[in-house]
């Protein structure tokens, strides 16, 4: 019979760190699902889920039990990526000269017909994730969470250790972040 | 330009592909070998970190008592009517030192 998060995080607790590979396995694809909305390189996507994995092993003496143990370590894993994002920052390319021909061509269709460009387009994901590293560290986290993850602004207060206004503030602040920044788009592509 | 449509489209675009969940090939037992590498726990780095985070408090606790002291040297000595000059340094390492040095009544 397989056991609970809670009967796996007491045994590791009592030194047996061989019950904190179910967990490991168990949550895995979570974080790397996670990892990847930030980080594009699987070397580093890698890298960010395991010291997600390397947090948790140290501090789970700190996880109290009164909320799961998914939620304790998503706190952990966002917190991971947005060190990575501050930490990395100053790769943030600053210009769109070099849009791949399908991206081109989709913010064409764009402003011919706003309506029917598709959502679901190759060109559009790669010029969203485009833009979004473009955004600050903190614009990109928000964004991602309440944009993209549609999560709430209490939720991501948990997540971040952010205050409620802080979140707001943030938001708005990003929001304008992405506009002024597809406003260089469309004035560099001549659109 | 419709700017806020085009957010809207491109943030459509990332709700709807969303990323994978793909797990690298034997990625739980690097992590769990990567916890048995790393030792439980280490007295002496503990020891250590723990005198470096002294150093910082123990710094200014050494520059406040050498204020302190030169502050002493130069208040008033007519505030003293025994005429005694009040000699913080001299007092503190009196008080610091009782048990050190040899038994003299001049310290107390």
């Not at chain 1, 948790?56 to 966002?78: C, I, N, T, Y």
């Not at chain 2, 809207?8 to 797990?23: F, S, T």
């Not at chain 2, 690097?30 to 002496?44: N, T």
């Not at chain 2, 520059?63 to 001299?90: C, H, K, R, W, Y």
Request: aromatic letters at 8%; charged letters at 25%; proline letters at 6%.
């Amino acid at each position: 019979m397989e056991r609970s998060d809670a009967e796996y995080i007491a045994l590791v607790l009592k030194g047996d760190a061989a019950s904190f590979e179910p967990l490991v396995q168990k949550y895995s694809p979570r974080l790397f699902a996670t990892a990847r909305r930030y980080a594009r390189r699987e070397s580093e996507i890698e890298d960010i889920v395991q010291e997600v994995w390397l947090k948790a092993f140290h501090k789970l003496s700190s996880f109290r039990g009164d909320a799961p143990f998914e939620h304790w370590l998503m706190r952990l894993a966002v917190r991971t990526c947005y060190d990575f994002l501050r930490g990395h920052q100053r790769n943030r390319e600053a210009n769109f000269t070099d849009l791949t021909e399908p991206e081109s061509d989709w913010l064409e269709q764009f402003v011919a017909q706003p309506e029917s460009a598709g959502e679901d387009a190759a060109a559009a994901k790669q010029l969203v994730a485009r833009l979004l590293e473009q955004l600050s560290p903190p614009a990109r986290l928000v964004i991602t969470l309440l944009e993209i993850e549609d999560r709430s602004v209490k939720e991501i207060a948990q997540l971040t250790g952010w205050s409620v206004p802080l979140v707001k503030v943030r938001a708005f602040r990003a929001r304008a972040e992405m506009k002024k920044l597809l406003a260089r788009l469309a004035q560099e592509k001549y659109l | 330009m419709k700017l806020e449509l085009l957010m809207q489209k491109l943030l459509a675009a990332a709700r709807a592909n969303p990323p994978a969940d793909r797990v690298p090939y034997k990625f739980e037992q690097r992590i769990m070998a990567r916890l048995k590498e790393q030792p439980a726990l280490d007295l002496a780095a503990l020891w250590a970190r723990a005198l470096w985070r002294a150093v910082a408090p123990c710094a200014v606790v050494a520059v406040l008592i050498g204020l302190l002291s030169f502050a002493g040297n130069g208040s008033n000595p007519a505030s003293n009517p025994a005429g005694e000059t009040p000699d913080f340094s001299q007092h503190f390492e009196s008080v610091m030192l009782a048990d050190v040095g040899e038994p003299n009544e001049d310290v107390w």
